[in-house]
């Protein structure tokens, strides 16, 4: 099965939890239970194995066979998807045996679903689903010079290595340098009577806030620095100016790309608005 993103064959993005192993092993046991026990049980550690590189061998008898297999399915749970692929891969290849009724992917969806895993299976594919789902991001803005748009499009990818690496401080913090970088696109931007002129992000939002009042844009700038903020906080994310040892919370897979969204969403906002003030400076009158 094709992963979405390939880092996960590198670093877990998370771990699988002990309520779906235990799912996915009664799985196992009904279609083990339609063969030879101990070929069944081998075939499944191979794959369970080979999903965290390590080399299956032939167990001594089935029960050794079946402690092996369980062994091999805790450690290839440290890794979600890597797990899911190997119980994918292992199902299909015993698909061509009439003989053997095996799940289909909606039961492997299932039992994620019910257990709050955030992946789905969508062959040929395994996708990440929920929070893990990246936002998409939209075309480049024609107002911003291919310089602009090269560094904003790296700045997401590395966000997004990141957080596929497991270092979910780091991809938050790349998304707020973005961020702030961005925003200092609206100096020069005419507002009330005169240009922008601010050279900080804080200040840039605070100055637009002013002059568009009672407009959605002043509303998103309030979130947006109020998260900002939150982020920036030595006893909040302290992805900033770092972070109190002992206060400090801390930012795991499901926080990290919940902000890494959320920023991501608000950087493609001010980019629009970026755009629509621009137009509006150039018009005539």
């Known amino acids: 099965m094709k992963l979405e993103n390939n880092e996960w064959r590198f670093d877990s993005p998370c771990a699988l939890p002990r309520e779906a192993i235990r799912a996915f092993d009664e799985l196992v046991g009904k279609i083990m239970a339609q063969g030879a026990q101990q070929p069944m049980l081998e075939h499944f550690k191979e794959y369970f194995t080979s999903s965290y590189g390590g080399v299956a061998s032939w167990s001594s008898s089935a029960s050794w066979a079946e402690f092996d297999l369980n062994n091999a399915m805790t450690y290839a749970a440290d890794n979600a998807p890597m797990f899911i692929d190997a119980f994918y891969e292992a199902c299909e290849a015993l698909r061509s045996d009439p003989n053997i009724a095996l799940p289909g992917v909606d039961r492997i969806n299932r039992i994620l679903a019910e257990h709050d895993v955030p992946y789905k299976v969508d062959p040929p594919f395994l996708r990440a689903t929920g929070l893990h789902t ?13 310089q602009a748009q090269e560094l904003i499009q790296k700045s997401f990818e590395e966000s997004e290595r990141l957080l596929a690496e497991g270092r979910h401080r780091q991809a938050v913090q790349e998304v707020l340098w973005l961020m702030e970088t961005v925003s200092t696109a609206f100096r020069g931007i005419n507002a009330g009577g005169s240009k922008i002129e601010e050279k900080y992000f804080n ?3 605070d100055r637009l ?3 568009h009042k009672g407009t959605i844009l002043e509303q998103v700038l309030h979130w947006l620095t109020a998260l900002h903020g939150y982020l920036s906080s030595p006893t909040g994310g302290g992805v900033r100016h770092g972070a109190d040892i002992n206060t400090a919370l801390t930012i795991g897979p499901n926080e990290a790309r919940l902000f890494c969204n959320l920023i991501r969403s608000y950087v493609m906002f001010l980019l629009a608005e970026y755009a629509r003030l621009s137009a509006r400076d150039q018009t005539p009158g």
Do not use: G, Y
Not at 134 to 146: E, F, G, K, N, R
């Open 203 to 205: 200040k840039i939002a």
């Open 209 to 211: 806030k002013r002059e």
């Open 134 to 146: 990246a936002i998409t991001v939209s075309a480049p803005h024609p107002s911003l010079d291919q």
